[in-house]
């Protein structure tokens, strides 16, 4: 192992043939703490002995945060990291597409369970093609359909819930789960260009802080924010980002 800095400062690590630089290890660090999160939520729901909602709910806003961090680092590699993308990309299905879809499930056995098992399904398979087609096809500048981290803290909501109103969540978890494979268009971080995106970005990392560090005691009103932001968010946010589209397109006739 051979290690050098590079022209603006970042540790060159050489493997052999294989180099890779201090932020794709960090990113890939991230990701484990990403995918590791996600990982203890499903064990322990397939073991039948699921964690208490508040802790399910730290670690699905835990694996997103790192989430978001691996990105970064990532981009600020200097090094092509061909695991660290594969790495990523089967985080997030455990993470966003697993773990909510076995959530899911878990709320509605006792209820119902083959209403359960479809809801589950329809969840799991609608965020596994978000995910895919995020991959296969990426966009620029926006992201094609709802984003899978903000359908899993939806779910997180209904979670925290004290009383589940199993039509109303049945009806919700469709309802998330289509605009997941719709061909709307959502804003993202990369790029703040106006109020809505400003306010989005400021409201949004508040409210996963708080579902990380907040007493338990302020759960169920965390619970209930997250609920109506992403029911907002979903209807509203396809708007706000064709308003983006279109000023962007403007821009360079």
């Known amino acids: 192992m051979i290690g050098r800095m590079d022209k603006i400062g970042n540790t060159i690590l050489t493997f052999g043939n294989y180099k890779i630089d201090l932020y794709a290890i960090l990113a890939i660090l991230a990701t484990i703490a990403n995918i590791s999160a996600g990982t203890i939520?499903?064990?322990?729901?397939?073991?039948?002995?699921?964690?208490?909602?508040?802790?399910?709910?730290?670690?699905?806003?835990?694996?997103a945060g790192f989430d978001a961090l691996d990105g970064k680092l990532a981009r600020r590699s200097n090094t092509s990291n061909r695991f660290g993308s594969k790495l990523d990309t089967a985080a997030d299905q455990i993470t966003f597409a697993?773990?909510?879809?076995?959530?899911?499930?878990?709320?509605?056995?006792?209820?119902?369970?083959?209403?359960?098992?479809?809801?589950?399904?329809?969840?799991?398979?609608?965020?596994?093609?978000?995910?895919?087609?995020?991959?296969?096809?990426?966009?620029?500048?926006?992201?094609?359909?709802?984003?899978?981290?903000?359908s899993a803290y939806f779910?997180?909501?209904?979670?925290?819930?004290?009383?589940?109103?199993?039509?109303?969540?049945?009806?919700?978890?469709i309802f998330i789960s289509l605009l997941m494979i719709s061909s709307f268009p959502y804003s993202g971080f990369r790029t703040l260009r106006s109020k809505f995106q400003y306010f989005y970005f400021i409201f949004t990392i508040s409210l996963m802080l708080l579902t990380n560090f907040a007493p338990n005691s302020l759960?169920?009103?965390?619970?209930?924010?997250?609920?109506?932001?992403?029911?907002?968010?979903?209807?509203?946010?396809?708007?706000h980002a064709l308003h983006n589209i279109n000023i962007d397109r403007s821009n360079t006739e």
Request: hydrophobic residues 55%; glycine residues 10%; charged residues 10%.
């Open 219 to 239: 759960f169920g009103l965390i619970g209930d924010i997250w609920i109506y932001y992403v029911y907002y968010f979903g209807i509203i946010g396809p708007f």
């Open 98 to 150: 697993t773990a909510p879809a076995l959530i899911i499930w878990h709320l509605l056995i006792d209820t119902n369970e083959i209403i359960g098992i479809i809801c589950g399904l329809i969840y799991f398979f609608t965020a596994s093609f978000r995910l895919s087609r995020y991959v296969m096809a990426p966009t620029s500048g926006y992201f094609e359909g709802m984003p899978s981290p903000v």
């Open 41 to 63: 939520i499903c064990i322990a729901i397939l073991f039948f002995n699921p964690l208490d909602p508040i802790t399910t709910a730290r670690l699905i806003s835990l694996g």
């Open 155 to 173: 779910i997180v909501g209904w979670l925290l819930q004290d009383e589940l109103i199993v039509p109303i969540f049945g009806f919700s978890t």
